[in-house]
């Protein structure tokens, strides 16, 4: 539901005006409304002139509004996810949770939809998406070194499930796989690659299977 009365509460400082802008136009997202800056300012109270203050236009808004529902997301995802101790179990609840959560919140799933895809999709295994994607594998359950994950296997592990959540973004199926028949589909397929384990293929083994020209 939309947001009346903002006009009475006067933002006190950066801060609060910023949050005032994302907000409002979080709710213009859900309602499925358009967000512009002149549709920002007027439900927000704050004057147009302000909005330019922090934000170049409407694409910038939208991306911040998508940002904070991110950081929002992946507190929770972190929360769910710290009682697992498997890492299988801990990697496919997590892209389950994540693709459901993309369909179910649409600030969320603005990072990644189709009219954004060019902006955001292509930026998915990007050093700052690695970076994010371990901050909440470090948070799991999981005893990764104890299992003999290093840094590095980590970084794959993530950049690996980075790109199966970007496999269900650009092509979700049809009919699309929710609940247990997605959980049931990742266990059977993607589980097993995370449970061979870091060092499941390493160089020499690659060499010889794929022999280079001489």
Same mark, same amino acid.
């Given at each position: 539901? !939309?947001?009346? @009365?903002?006009?009475?509460?006067?933002?006190?400082?950066?801060?609060?005006?910023?949050?005032?802008?994302?907000?409002?136009?979080?709710?213009?997202?859900?309602?499925?409304?358009?967000?512009?800056?002149?549709?920002?300012?007027?439900?927000?109270?704050?004057?147009?002139?302000?909005?330019?203050?922090?934000?170049?236009?409407?694409?910038?808004?939208? $991306? %911040?509004?998508?940002?904070?529902?991110?950081?929002? +997301?992946? !507190?929770?995802?972190?929360?769910? $996810?710290?009682?697992?101790?498997?890492?299988?179990? %801990?990697?496919?609840? @997590?892209?389950?949770?994540?693709?459901?959560?993309?369909?179910?919140?649409?600030? +969320?799933?603005?990072? +990644?939809?189709?009219?954004?895809?060019?902006?955001? $999709?292509?930026?998915?295994?990007?050093?700052?998406?690695?970076? !994010? @994607?371990?901050?909440?594998?470090?948070?799991?359950?999981?005893?990764?070194?104890?299992?003999?994950?290093?840094?590095?296997? $980590?970084?794959? !592990?993530?950049? +690996?499930?980075?790109?199966?959540?970007?496999?269900?973004?650009?092509?979700?199926?049809?009919?699309?796989?929710? @609940?247990?028949?997605?959980?049931?589909?990742?266990?059977?397929?993607?589980?097993?690659?995370?449970?061979?384990? %870091?060092?499941?293929?390493?160089?020499?083994?690659? %060499?010889?299977?794929?022999?280079?020209?001489?």
């Amino acid at each position: 539901m !939309l947001t009346d @009365g903002w006009e009475d509460s006067t933002p006190v400082d950066d801060t609060s005006t910023i949050d005032r802008i994302v907000e409002v136009a979080a709710e213009l997202i859900e309602a499925d409304e358009s967000v512009s800056v002149r549709r920002v300012a007027q439900r927000s109270g704050v004057p147009r002139e302000t909005v330019y203050r922090y934000f170049s236009g409407a694409d910038s808004i939208v $991306l %911040a509004t998508a940002e904070s529902a991110a950081a929002e +997301f992946l !507190l929770e995802l972190s929360a769910r $996810l710290r009682e697992i101790v498997s890492p299988a179990d %801990a990697v496919v609840e @997590g892209i389950a949770i994540t693709i459901e959560q993309l369909r179910a919140n649409q600030r +969320f799933a603005l990072m +990644f939809n189709a009219a954004g895809r060019s902006r955001y $999709l292509d930026e998915v295994t990007s050093p700052e998406a690695i970076g !994010l @994607g371990r901050s909440i594998i470090d948070e799991v359950g999981v005893d990764w070194h104890a299992q003999g994950w290093n840094d590095a296997d $980590l970084d794959e !592990l993530v950049e +690996f499930m980075l790109r199966t959540l970007q496999s269900f973004i650009v092509d979700p199926g049809e009919p699309a796989r929710s @609940g247990a028949d997605l959980r049931l589909y990742l266990r059977r397929w993607v589980a097993p690659a995370v449970a061979a384990g %870091a060092g499941a293929a390493n160089p020499i083994e690659v %060499a010889n299977i794929h022999p280079e020209a001489d």
